[in-house]
């Protein structure tokens, strides 16, 4: 059975580095069928994509993050990751992990963990 | 990017009752790469609805979508105690991917 599972820091300082990691379990990371992605939902608020992985390395990111934002593969932990940098607490939301068809929709969702910024 | 709008954004009703949910997009998205979830409170979004019109494994078929190019409907028919939710849709036709800004189905 396919899960998905957000870990890292809840709290992270202004200007400092936002580091998530997304273990994945019943699949594995390197399927050609599949990217890997971070989507966002600020506090009372609707979902923002943030960014895909291939099993290839190839990245796709949205613009207004792109200068900030790294998702990277561990292939041996069979793991993605999500790096932020100068975070200001216009970042902090719940921050999701999922898995999308190649060409298609995220079928599949990590539980989500909540990110806040603040001194 | 393709801006999704949703509307309304609150619907109300009753149990037993039947709605629409409309998003439109500011371009034309292919319907192939276009989809619908429900999230409820505390939890994860959750794959209602792809390809528009495809629901998803486990989906109840009161959930049916539609639409094709810049307009897009997700209908619930004889709504059930658990579709009260926020409903978001998504189209994956063009990057940067978007989504709606959300329509919440409350109890009337």
């Known amino acids: 059975q396919l899960q998905l599972q957000e870990s890292g820091p809840g709290l992270v300082k202004p200007s400092e580095t936002l580091s998530l990691t997304c273990t994945v379990s019943?699949?594995?990371?390197?399927?050609?069928?599949?990217?890997w992605g971070w989507i966002r939902q600020p506090p009372l608020k609707g979902l923002e994509w943030i960014g895909n992985?291939?099993?290839?390395?190839?990245?796709d990111y949205n613009p207004p993050l792109k200068s900030r934002v790294t998702i990277s593969l561990d292939t041996s932990k069979n793991q993605f990751s999500l790096r932020l940098t100068s975070v200001t607490a216009a970042d902090t939301g719940v921050y999701y992990c999922a898995r999308q068809v190649v060409g298609g929709d995220y079928g599949a969702w990590g539980q989500g963990v909540l990110v806040t910024v603040s001194s | 990017e393709i801006v999704l709008t949703q509307s309304p954004g609150t619907l109300s009703l009753s149990p037993g009752e039947g709605g629409t949910l409309s998003c439109r997009a500011s371009?034309?998205?292919?319907?192939?790469?276009f989809a619908w979830y429900q999230q409820r409170p505390g939890q994860a979004p959750r794959l209602l609805i792809y390809t528009s019109s495809t629901r998803a494994p486990g989906v109840p078929d009161r959930f049916s979508g539609s639409g094709s190019g810049t307009d897009f409907t997700l209908s619930i028919s004889s709504l059930e105690p658990e579709d009260y939710a926020v409903y978001y849709c998504h189209q994956y036709t063009k990057s940067p991917q978007t989504f709606g800004q959300g329509t919440k189905v409350e109890i009337k």
């Open positions: 019943g699949d594995s990371i390197t399927s050609a069928s599949h990217y």
């Open positions: 992985i291939y099993y290839t390395g190839s990245t």
């Open positions: 371009e034309p998205v292919n319907s192939n790469y």
